[in-house]
């Protein structure tokens, strides 16, 4: 089935239905076929402020569409008063905006739960922070004029698939308001050059402070519905659900999150940390698509302290925080964990879920400090 929310292909359409291993179990050759299509973002690009492209994360459910720029057309229709058409070039001369935004993948985490849902087995890499240049949405929308019974728009992609049991191509839907919010963008290009094929040329919709799935890549139309979009990307997949008979609720709005570049050099194998004894400065950054970060605790053998935060760079872009640490000979266990301003804290224990979705658990890093 998904990508998100894996499983073996069955006929039915319907629940997902992950396989259950234990988070310590091998990788299935599932797993590690996804895992090498969908790469991720390596912790020590955490140094970064804007992720070179090549290094953001990447998620792609069925394969990677080749579109014809010239006869591309992005199609509004559906509930609205005036259907339009846009080519690529009309869609460039309309207002401009570059906004960064870090972008995250609600599976995070995912290969961390116990039992782990065998799907994309994300460890914590599944982010990045890119510059997206594009055109509001919102204008567009007015102008089209949405009918009074409209009550979502459901955004659909060029890439196709089967999922569930169900053949479609992958869309995803959004309220009205949801969908006029003001940073809203159908973005054509990220950190200044043309989208490349794997992040959805020539447009996709971005929309900050949500999780991944909602910024549909190859965006081909947007239509205005009288009801709630069905969709398996929708109404399926993208559930905190406890079991598959539990409706849960739909994923929506990033989690807090801090992550921190691990220190010193690694073990090539087992990745564990080297460390020389003396002054060591951890650093890393946090974000949050709910509430503003308000700041970031380190803990050093479980003591929590709190970290120099530097300003953000934007609404819906990471904070970098570093943390001064005399690293004394030995083994040590080195956390950190973010609050935003509604005293929300990153949860210590993984809060499991039947589609492994938004675990945003406290990273922990073994580090060996030697003289
Ligand atoms: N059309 C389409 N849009 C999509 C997806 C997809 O498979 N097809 N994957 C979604 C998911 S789950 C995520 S996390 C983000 C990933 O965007 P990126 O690969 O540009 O980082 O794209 C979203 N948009
Ligand atoms: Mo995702």
């Keep these: 089935m998904s990508v998100e929310t894996n499983g073996p292909a069955t006929n039915q359409a319907a629940p997902v239905s992950p396989v259950m291993v234990p988070s310590t179990g091998p990788i299935t050759r599932e797993e590690l076929q996804l895992a090498s299509r969908n790469h991720a973002l390596p912790l020590e690009m955490l140094r970064w402020p804007i992720t070179p492209v090549g290094m953001h994360y990447l998620l792609i459910h069925f394969d990677i569409p080749k579109v014809d720029p010239i006869s591309w057309r992005l199609r509004l229709g559906g509930l609205v008063d005036h259907p339009l058409e846009f ?31 065998v799907s994309q087995p994300w460890d914590q890499g599944g982010v990045g922070t890119a510059e997206w240049t594009g055109t509001p949405l919102a204008p567009i929308l007015h102008e089209a004029g949405i009918a009074s019974d409209g009550v979502e728009l459901v955004f659909t992609g060029a890439d196709r698939g089967v999922q569930g049991g169900t053949e479609h191509q992958y869309a995803r839907s959004l309220s009205i308001e949801d969908a006029m919010g003001d940073d809203v963008l159908l973005a054509y290009e990220v950190n200044g050059q043309p989208l490349p094929p794997q992040h959805g040329y020539p447009l996709r919709l971005l929309v ?9 890549k190859w965006l081909e139309s947007i239509e205005a519905v009288a009801k709630p979009f069905e969709g398996y990307q929708q109404a399926i997949a993208y559930r905190y659900q406890q079991g598959p008979d539990d409706p849960g609720t739909p994923v929506q709005r990033i989690r807090l999150r801090a992550l921190m570049v691990p220190p010193g050099i690694p ?105």
């Design 87 to 117: 080519t690529l070039p009309e869609l460039k001369h309309r207002e401009r905006r570059t906004v960064p935004v870090t972008m995250e993948c609600a599976g995070n985490g995912r290969s961390r739960l116990e039992p782990r849902p």
């Design 208 to 216: 900050p402070g949500w999780y991944g799935m909602t910024s549909v």
């Design 267 to 371: 073990d090539f194998f087992t990745r564990n940390r080297l460390v020389p004894a003396g002054p060591v400065l951890l650093e890393g950054r946090a974000w949050s698509g709910t509430h503003p970060i308000e700041r970031v605790e380190v803990s050093v053998d479980g003591e929590w302290a709190e970290s120099h935060l530097e300003p953000q760079a934007g609404a819906y872009a990471w904070r970098a925080w570093t943390f001064p640490w005399v690293a004394a000979a030995g083994e040590h266990e080195l956390a950190c964990r973010a609050i935003d301003t509604a005293g929300t804290v990153q949860p210590n224990e993984a809060e499991w879920n039947y589609q492994g979705m938004g675990n945003n658990s406290v990273q922990r890093v073994k580090v060996t400090v030697r003289n």
